[in-house]
């Protein structure tokens, strides 16, 4: 059996094998020590800087500038 997602949280370093078990293990350290990074075009959470700037693409064209977001109103 593999443990392909691993925990991010420095000196955690817990492994697991499904992603949803590793979402319930890091909602626990978001508890703690909240890391929580908010989209400024809608607002959606995410528990790293990392999530939280691929997020952004969604809201960026090609070149960088903005188009309307699928999911939501903002641009």
């Known amino acids: ?3 392909s997602y ?8 817990e492994a697991f ?3 949803s078990e590793a ?3 890091a909602k626990k350290h978001a ?3 909240p890391f929580d990074f908010v989209c400024d075009h809608c607002g959606k959470k995410f ?3 990392a999530n939280m ?7 960026m064209g090609s070149e960088g500038k903005d ?3 699928p999911l939501c109103h903002y641009r």
Do not use: Y
């Not at 691993?6 to 370093?13: L, Q, S, T």
């Not at 700037?53 to 809201?59: D, E, F, P, T, W």
């Open 47 to 49: 528990l790293g800087i």
């Open 23 to 25: 979402i319930k293990h």
């Open 67 to 69: 188009f309307a977001c």
């Open 17 to 19: 094998t499904s992603r």
């Open 53 to 59: 700037k691929r997020h952004l693409r969604v809201h």
């Open 31 to 33: 508890e703690l020590d």
């Open 6 to 13: 691993c925990c991010k949280v420095h000196e955690c370093g």
């Open 1 to 3: 059996m593999s443990h």
